[in-house]
């Protein structure tokens, strides 16, 4: 079973830049990240799927954000860009997806990572 350790979270202003790593046991065919704000729903934000490393956007955040991933490593990437107030949540790392056409549905994998805090102020 793989594991998952997020890290890079951080408090930025807006406009800042801040770069999420999951280091990961094994890498999966499908994996991605996910927010979630206390009292709401998990979000899909980024999802990388496939051998040929398709990736996929919540359209809050295209543009701004871009997911990555260095298989010699174990490890993915997102590097956040132009942030915004809105975009404050603690931020979940998954892998072992099994549906890759919902890459950004929380219920397509199979392990998460324990998060890591972003906060962005004005």
């Known amino acids: 079973q793989v594991h998952l350790v997020e890290s890079g979270g951080g408090s930025v202003q807006a406009g800042g830049s801040l770069r999420l790593s999951c280091a990961a046991s094994?890498?999966?065919?499908?994996m991605g990240w996910f927010r979630q704000a206390p009292g709401k729903e998990r979000e899909g934000v980024a999802a990388?799927?496939?051998?040929?490393?398709?990736?996929y956007y919540a359209d809050s955040v295209k543009g701004r954000f871009t997911i990555s991933q260095a298989n010699d490593k174990n490890t993915m990437y997102m590097q956040m860009n132009s942030l915004k107030p809105e975009d404050t949540d603690m931020y979940y790392c998954?892998?072992?997806?099994?549906?890759?056409?919902?890459?950004?549905?929380?219920?397509?994998?199979?392990?998460w990572g324990r998060g890591t805090q972003v906060t962005v102020s004005t």
């Open positions: 998954a892998a072992e997806g099994w549906k890759w056409y919902e890459s950004l549905r929380s219920y397509t994998y199979n392990n």
């Open positions: 990388i799927v496939g051998p040929g490393h398709s990736t």
């Open positions: 094994y890498m999966s065919n499908c």
